[in-house]
């Protein structure tokens, strides 16, 4: 049964495991884990005394795989639904022993080969003996190649020597050889041999003692399906019960939120205080048998562990909103070519922290701007550029009522549509007198006079991805010299992530085009590897002849180096706006503005992902390009290896300056398939469903 109830969860962190020897009775293994309130067994499949090399185990006629039970015994649904398979630990396909090589390889087929045949969802793969890989990596990728429906889980231990809590567990590690031991750069070096398969994954066996935070944290952009804890990694508590150490908590608190499952490993060592029997009924839809009568070995680490999941914070209602967001590419928008949709509005409209923000700026710039010995006389204009349905508009005037201010409000928008909704909500608000609705692009309006206060809500979340320089450079000159813009300045940020998931997902499309487009995703399951940096920063108004928005940065990121070696997969960006004054709007992860959702992070992939050493830099270079009709961005690695340059011309991706059809130059754009549901912030990108527009 699941570990617990937590508002808006619905992932499989809610179910556990439970790891068992071989028996060849599956239905007794499956009823009595099931039944003593584990969700699933990760059990051996074949007898692990097996050799294909054995005279017993010829290629006869009467040689039968000795398997724990078959589809007959079990159902291929439990099978599916209850169990991962195990495959044998004695296997080595790097072994220099040419014997056991030989028959580790045809083992390790047949065994995946008979899971397959059971619809077993995945498999738990033998760790590599002494990190060497490569035979076994080879093999594995083979077999991944003929496997559609199940999912190959790598067995790893979870340390990295050198930055333990306790050193001399960890020296002892590889004590034989004398070589300090990182699992990750195990890990690395098979998913490489393994071309980043996506049905590799990782299961990770935790320790007694844990490598550093940063360490630890290089594995939340990994494949990581779950984490298997031995009983020996817990401690007892005063009334002699299991329990786990601090950094234990927060590490299996993460592993949920980040959808990781949890097996529980080995035999009881704690010395439980002795308790009544219960029965614990079998799992809904299960039918291997009644009620076990004998309490589990293993409840009371069961229980420890769902205490650790029922007390964690529900999901928030922003958490809630964002859950089918997760890790979701979508393309970012192009708010000169597109007009939006209702539902998008109407999405955005419900940020309130954002709107609240912008209040108390115009609030703050309307105290500058007008004493109050002029308040009752002086009429501020105040122009809205980009007013979409009105919620700008809204937050300006409930502004000047709280201050005392009079204002005059030109809203000008582009998308007719839009103007119709502002001009009903001026209506029915009774706001005639004070509101004029200008349906034109705002680089093209002559505007009958100047205006003091410029507000506008063109931020991208790259900050400037959404061409809020031009518009704003083609708005200004209606602001007087003297005039306030909000938002005044923003700057854009870049962090480099290790996200195996959203770089798999954007090499399942096998063209360059969409590895060099930047997308708009709520980052989830990723590993920030550096602090973010600014990269680039645009002033409003800016009165500058000599004004260009074109810029460069060369940006070079210290990774802590208790982390160890990483992989970078691409570079996370974001970026944060000052309205006015001390008033602003961030989604810098250092310095977000709380429950703020209008904007998700950008981004921008690696052709080839970049193996950093530890110790190392890393040394990007970004642009962001200016021509007539469009602006893009170019970005490449230049240490520790060279990459080339992305994006060359704006070749696979950029954002056009003016929304007609002919100002297309050539094919490259992409055109995507709308999802049933609304797309909060930006048209989803569906592998499958990309037309190039013609």
Not at 78 to 83: A, D, E, I, L, T
Not at 457 to 478: I, T, V
Not at 555 to 579: K, N, Q, R, W
């Amino acid at each position: 049964m699941p570990l617990g109830q937590r508002v808006g969860d619905k992932s499989d962190s809610r179910y556990c495991g439970v790891e068992t020897d071989f028996i060849d009775d599956m239905p007794h293994v499956l009823t009595y884990n099931l039944s003593g309130g584990f969700d699933f067994v990760v059990a051996p499949l074949v007898d692990p005394s097996y050799r294909p090399s054995f005279p017993t185990n010829s290629a006869s006629e009467g040689f039968v795989l000795p398997v724990a039970a078959s589809d007959l015994i079990v159902s291929p649904a439990q099978w599916s639904s209850h169990v991962v398979g195990k495959i044998s630990s004695w296997i080595d396909l790097d072994s220099e022993d040419e014997k056991l090589r030989m028959d580790s390889e045809t083992a390790l087929k047949q065994e995946i080969s008979w899971a397959s045949h059971l619809s077993v969802q995945a498999c738990l793969l033998p760790p590599p003996k002494k990190g060497y890989c490569s035979n076994y990596a080879r093999s594995v990728n083979q077999i991944l190649q003929g496997i559609t429906n199940m999912q190959l889980w790598l067995r790893l231990p979870l340390v990295k020597s050198g930055s333990m809590e306790n050193e001399s567990v960890d020296a002892s590690y590889d004590s034989l050889s004398g070589i300090l031991y990182d699992s990750w750069e195990t890990w690395n070096t098979f998913r490489l041999l393994c071309e980043h398969h996506v049905q590799l994954c990782v299961a990770l066996d935790i320790q007694s003692s844990l490598p550093s935070i940063n360490s630890l944290l290089r594995w939340f952009g990994e494949p990581v399906r779950a984490a298997i804890i031995h009983t020996d990694a817990f401690l007892t508590n005063a009334r002699g019960y299991p329990c786990l150490s601090k950094r234990h908590q927060k590490l299996i608190t993460a592993f949920f939120d980040l959808c990781f499952q949890i097996v529980i490993s080995g035999s009881l060592i704690h010395s439980i205080p002795q308790e009544r029997l219960e029965v614990f009924p079998a799992n809904d839809n299960d039918s291997l048998g009644e009620g076990a009568p004998l309490r589990h070995e293993l409840k009371p680490y069961l229980e420890y562990v769902a205490y650790l999941y029922q007390r964690m914070d529900p999901l928030s209602e922003q958490e809630r909103f964002e859950l089918n967001y997760r890790d979701f590419l979508q393309a970012p928008l192009q708010p000169l070519m597109d007009n939006l949709e209702a539902q998008t509005y109407e999405t955005f409209e419900k940020d309130t922290v954002k709107y609240n923000q912008y209040q108390r700026a115009v609030c703050k710039a309307l105290l500058d701007r007008v004493s109050d010995e002029q308040a009752s006389s002086s009429n501020t204009v105040l122009m809205v550029v980009g007013a979409g349905r009105g919620p700008l508009v809204r937050a300006s005037l409930q502004a000047a009522e709280e201050v005392g201010r009079k204002i005059k409000v030109y809203a000008v928008e582009k998308n007719p549509n839009a103007v119709v909704t502002l001009h009903s909500l001026i209506k029915l608000e009774g706001w005639e007198s004070m509101v004029t609705v200008i349906s034109c692009d705002m680089r093209c309006w002559d505007a009958p006079e100047k205006a003091d206060i410029l507000v506008s809500e063109l931020l991208g979340s790259f900050g400037d991805n959404e061409l809020s320089p031009e518009c704003l450079d083609g708005a200004q000159r209606f602001l007087k010299p003297d005039g306030i813009s909000i938002p005044s300045s923003y700057t854009s940020y870049l962090q480099p992530i290790t996200t195996t998931k959203l770089y798999n997902d954007v090499k399942a499309n096998k063209d360059l085009a969409h590895m060099e487009t930047p997308y708009v995703v709520k980052l989830h399951k990723v590993a920030r590897l550096a602090q973010a940096q600014p990269v680039f920063t645009f002033r409003h108004p800016e009165f500058s002849p000599n004004r260009s928005n074109q810029r460069y940065v060369k940006l070079e990121f210290e990774i802590p180096p208790d982390t160890g070696s990483t992989l970078v997969h691409g570079f996370a960006g974001y970026f944060d706006a000052v309205l006015y004054g001390d008033i602003y709007l961030s989604i810098e992860p250092s310095k977000p503005t709380p429950t703020m959702f209008s904007w998700f992070p950008i981004f921008f992939p690696l052709r080839t992902p970049v193996y950093v050493p530890s110790g190392s830099h890393l040394e990007v270079q970004f642009w962001r390009c200016c021509a007539p009709a469009k602006v893009w961005y170019e970005w490449c690695v230049t240490s520790p290896i060279t990459l080339p340059v992305h994006n060359v011309n704006g070749r696979s991706y950029w954002t056009r300056i003016f929304g007609f059809k002919t100002m297309m130059p050539r094919p490259s754009t992409i055109a995507v398939k709308k999802r049933s549901t609304c797309s909060v912030f930006a048209v989803p990108v569906y592998p499958k469903d990309v037309n190039w527009m013609t």
